[in-house]
């Protein structure tokens, strides 16, 4: 937990893992070592075989600010006045701690749209660190009108069904939905969520995903974090029910 004990994701993982019965919580270990052999790291000298969260997105969109509310508290790296992701930042969590150790990794990748030639380097670094997730989590502005990048990023990594069935979107600043509004606590007025709504409609459409896959949510405001928290749990803990 953090020092203002935010319910972050680990947390929600104990709270599904440990909910399991013992036979099931016995065999997630092994379910992860036979079941997904391409996810194998060395770590500390050893093989282990984690589950793995990918996240990815342009420079600006708050993908660092975004997974330190998601794990509640603050260990990636932020600025607001620069790019801080030049290299993968990650987070690992050591899964049934009685168990073999295997862990649930979560990665920050490095921010695209920075320049064209490092946005070379990268997507091939996301390309390879892809073939060994479990999920992608790849990040949108809600008040962003230009995708082109992001569209070109989805040309090059997600051109399988295999690889857009392990992807979610999920759509930041949501906040920033004209009409503004300075309620306290933040909550999204009628005229907003009416025109998020709109905004996800056009999203799904334009990178071909379901609307189920898209979710909304607020970094700065911390609005929607818990329903992301509860969809990556959904999607990565069933590969080892």
Not at 208 to 225: F, K, Q, T
Request: with cysteine; charged share 25%.
């Amino acid at each position: 937990m953090s020092a203002e004990e935010k319910f972050g994701l680990m947390d929600l993982v104990d709270e599904i893992v440990f909910s399991l019965p013992d036979d099931q919580k016995a065999n997630i270990a092994s379910k992860i070592k036979s079941e997904f052999l391409s996810s194998a790291w060395q770590r500390l000298g050893a093989l282990s075989h984690d589950l793995t969260l990918v996240v990815m997105g342009k420079s600006g969109y708050g993908k660092s600010t975004t997974l330190n509310k998601l794990v509640g508290e603050s260990i990636f790296q932020t600025s607001d006045v620069e790019a801080c992701t030049r290299s993968m930042q990650s987070v690992d969590y050591q899964m049934c701690p009685d168990s073999d150790a295997h862990y649930l990794s979560i990665a920050d990748l490095p921010r695209l749209g920075q320049n064209p030639e490092r946005d070379e380097e990268y997507i091939e670094l996301y390309a390879s660190v892809l073939q060994k997730s479990h999920l992608v989590l790849y990040l949108l502005r809600a008040d962003q009108r230009d995708f082109s990048i992001d569209r070109w990023a989805f040309s090059r990594l997600f051109t399988t069904a295999e690889a857009r069935r392990k992807m979610l979107i999920a759509v930041n600043a949501v906040d920033k939905i004209e009409p503004l509004n300075r309620s306290r606590p933040f909550a999204l007025s009628r005229e907003q969520s009416a025109n998020v709504d709109l905004r996800l409609r056009t999203i799904a459409q334009e990178f071909d995903i379901p609307l189920s896959r898209i979710h909304p949510y607020s970094a700065a405001e911390d609005l929607g974090v818990d329903k992301i928290c509860s969809a990556i749990c959904s999607h990565l803990l069933k590969h080892v029910k």
